[in-house]
């Protein structure tokens, strides 16, 4: 029965390379937090990185508004350039 799910789970292997799923990672300090824009800005080392928060980015604090400034965290996302997904915000370390 094994055999019977397994092209079934390299399908879903193969497709999860394109989509990329798995998202990257920034690890920082929260510079700001603008709750109306629905953004986060995380500077990590030298270079300043503002990501986009959804309803479905989960964010371990709770809420967009409960980042503050100044807090130490890892932003799991998606995209490149301008246009950050953010897909989940949690406290580093």
Request: contains cysteine; positive net charge; charged residues 25%.
């Amino acid at each position: 029965m094994a055999l019977a799910f397994a092209p079934l789970a390299h399908a879903g292997k193969a497709g999860s390379k394109k989509a990329k799923p798995e998202g990257q990672v920034c690890a920082g300090t929260i510079e700001s937090v603008d709750v109306a824009a629905k953004t986060v800005t995380v500077k990590s080392q030298d270079v300043s990185k503002t990501f986009k928060v959804s309803d479905t980015t989960k964010i371990a604090a709770g809420t967009l508004a409960d980042l503050k400034a100044g807090q130490e965290v890892i932003v799991k996302y998606t995209g490149s350039g301008d246009d950050l997904q953010a897909l989940a915000i949690g406290p580093k370390g």
